[in-house]
């Protein structure tokens, strides 16, 4: 199971969520880059995106 560390969660309002709706109405997969998947602690996977 993926994770987000605590450290880089942030509650989404306002602004945010109308980032996020518009960046799912137009999201493209041709233009996804390649994320790395690695094991974390506990079982986990960390994401890498960048």
């Not at 509650?11 to 709706?21: H, L, Q, V, Y």
């Not at 974390?40 to 995106?49: H, N, P, R, T, Y």
């Amino acid at each position: 199971m993926p994770a987000i560390p605590a450290p880089y969660e942030r509650s989404i309002r306002g602004e945010g969520e109308r980032n996020i709706a518009k960046i799912a109405d137009n999201f493209c997969w041709a233009l996804f880059a390649l994320v790395v998947i690695t094991p974390a602690e506990g079982g986990l996977f960390a994401i890498i995106d960048g």
